[in-house]
């Protein structure tokens, strides 16, 4: 699930947007509990932060003033 993850944060990231990874396994649903081995996947949702105060332009500029990422698993 790792290139999912981070397939969506470099379109988060290039764009500006918001971005959703492809379904993943969640780790808050891998319990101890033999039975949850057939939990649902689910998706993880990513919002880039720059440095700036604005949101850079180009995709360049982006790149360079990321800070990090606001995410949720959903």
Do not use: H, K
């Amino acid at each position: 699930s790792e290139p999912q993850r981070n397939a969506a944060m470099t379109l988060a990231r290039d764009t500006g947007r918001v971005a959703m990874s492809s379904p993943v396994s969640l780790l808050q649903d891998q319990g101890d509990d033999a039975e949850d081995d057939q939990d649902p996947p689910g998706v993880l949702v990513y919002y880039p932060v720059f440095t700036t105060p604005y949101e850079p332009t180009t995709v360049q500029d982006r790149r360079n003033q990321l800070r990090g990422f606001v995410y949720v698993a959903v």
